[in-house]
């Protein structure tokens, strides 16, 4: 029997970008799917069930009440109308003419961004007049202070990797000044991993995304103050309607929150240690594919995201960055990898979607295309690892022609070997990289200098006499 996939001829995708709505927001567990499952089954009063799914959404977040959407989109569009027209019928079913209720909603211009659609159209859906202050890189509370007037509906503030990350007043203090002004404050958290957070820092309702960090269906909340929540839901009778949220995707969002509150902040920090520690692996097996230096980086946003970031080197490669994306596009299946700074050069993989099976399919697809043959086969991960210290002797460091051997030797051995600083935050390199013996360039690019302390790290056969071989390089003895 063939799939609806097959007749439809769209090939499930391999996504190692991230939670992005263009390759359909997130892989649902069984249970998510489940509880959208008995949804469908039968009917169900929806005030009733937006009304008590707004209270398990509250819990979970730490606020009054909340109020289920089609998304974070939705949701900045239903926050803006509920801020101008309230829950007067009349004024609801005139937006988005707001008539002559205050419609101004001021944000900082670094916060203008484009998720995939523009920010600003999402205020102007909801009857709002976006008014944007300061410059792109540099806003002062001067800025804001003086646009709120009484024409302004609110303040909104933009937490999102998309967003210009320096020069911009911070939300403390645009909450200080929506409270000097009495202006409420809507925050755009679409896309962050922390449900209490956001709503703690005192804003007035705080947008979410349930298909990003949540692992929702597509479908998102507005949560905060309980009189500006009624407000949101009475927006489904006006600009709400053809945002309408089903059941079902309410059913998965709350069986996906109640996971995700489960599993919750207290796990944050071992969910990012798991994710660091595999994206280190995954370094070890990338960097020095022809072209390829690998690192693992955590999101510039400040989430507990790691990434492992490749950087194309086109000469070496072949091709540069967005011809190797495309080429993995264009494969079977589609392989898609994260994008942000392909303009760069760079290349990430994000572990958050990727399935071990998958990750083992981009490391074929990209050795394949890179060098034309067979994946080295990523040692038995029962393996165990052997670490050696020690100190640089080598008086040109990791450098030049020691560093040459150096990834000559680990080459040879069936051994997969890092390096990485013991002290990090000395040398130029500065930093806690830990690179894949067997390139060159990552060698050099960590600058280990002679006299500094290193850790080799290896596994798999051959461990333990190749990192011998590889200390007497760097640390020879006899001399
Ligand atoms: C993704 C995103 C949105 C839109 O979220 P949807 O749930 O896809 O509607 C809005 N704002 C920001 C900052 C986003 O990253």
């Known amino acids: 029997m063939s799939t609806l996939h097959e007749d439809l001829g ?9 939670k992005l709505t263009v390759l359909g927001g997130s892989r649902l567990d069984e249970a998510v799917i489940a509880a959208m499952g008995e949804a469908a089954r039968s009917h ?25 959407t089609t998304g974070a989109a939705a949701g900045i569009a239903i926050a803006v109308a509920a801020l101008i027209a309230g829950t007067d019928p009349a004024r609801i079913e005139r937006l988005p003419d707001a008539g002559d209720a205050p419609d101004e909603v001021v944000l900082q211009k670094g916060h203008a961004v484009h998720f995939g659609a523009p920010l600003t159209q999402m205020i102007a859906l909801g009857g ?5 202050v300061g410059s792109v890189n540099a806003v002062r509370p001067e800025h804001l202070s003086a646009a709120v007037t009484e024409r302004t ?14 020069g911009e007043v911070p939300l403390e203090m645009v909450v200080a000044i929506g409270r000097a002004h009495g202006v409420p404050v809507i925050v755009d958290a679409a896309a ?85 520690s595999r994206m280190a692996r995954l370094v070890a097996r990338l960097d020095g594919l022809p072209g ?32 190797l994306a495309a080429e993995l596009a264009a494969g079977d299946p589609p392989i898609f990898l994260r994008g942000h700074h392909m303009a760069a050069g760079r290349l990430a993989v994000d572990p958050r979607p990727l399935t071990a099976d998958e990750e083992e399919q981009v490391v074929a697809r990209l050795t394949g295309i890179l060098t034309g043959a067979a994946p080295v086969a ?4 029962g393996d165990e690892v052997v670490e050696c210290r020690l100190v640089v002797t080598e008086p040109a460091g990791l450098h030049a022609r020691p560093a040459a051997v150096f990834a000559q030797t680990a080459g040879r051995s069936a051994a997969v070997v890092t390096v990485r600083r013991a002290r990090p935050g000395s040398g130029p390199g500065g930093g806690s990289r830990e690179v894949s013996a067997r390139s060159v360039l990552s060698l050099m690019s960590i600058g280990i ?23 007497e390089i760097v640390a020879p003895r006899h001399r």
């Open 378 to 381: 990523e040692s038995d991960p």
């Open 192 to 276: 962050e991993e922390d449900l209490r957070y956001w709503p703690a820092t005192g804003a007035d309702l705080v947008v979410y995304s349930g298909g990003k960090a949540i692992g929702g269906p597509t479908s998102g909340l507005v949560c905060g103050r309980a009189e500006l929540i009624a407000a949101c839901r009475a927006q489904y009778g006006g600009i709400g309607r053809p945002m309408k949220v089903s059941k079902e995707a309410v059913f998965g969002l709350v069986q996906a929150v109640r996971a995700y509150d489960g599993a919750g902040g207290a796990d944050a920090a071992g969910r990012a240690a798991a994710q660091r």
């Open 44 to 68: 169900v009063v929806m005030d009733d069930l937006l009304a008590a799914a707004g209270r398990e959404l509250a819990r979970a977040t730490g606020t009054e009440d909340a109020c289920p």
């Open 449 to 471: 200098r002679c006299g500094e302390e290193i850790v080799l790290s290896a596994r798999g056969p051959e461990a333990a006499q190749t990192l011998a071989e590889l200390a």
């Open 10 to 18: 769209v090939t499930p995708a391999i996504n190692a970008a991230g």
């Open 153 to 166: 509906a609110a303040l909104l503030y933009v937490q999102s990797h998309h967003a210009v990350q320096s």
């Open 128 to 132: 709002g007049r976006p008014v944007e």
């Open 292 to 323: 390829v230096s690998a690192r693992v980086v955590r999101d510039p946003a400040g989430r507990g995201i790691h990434r492992a970031e490749l950087t194309i080197d086109p000469e070496a490669a072949g091709r540069d960055a967005a011809g």
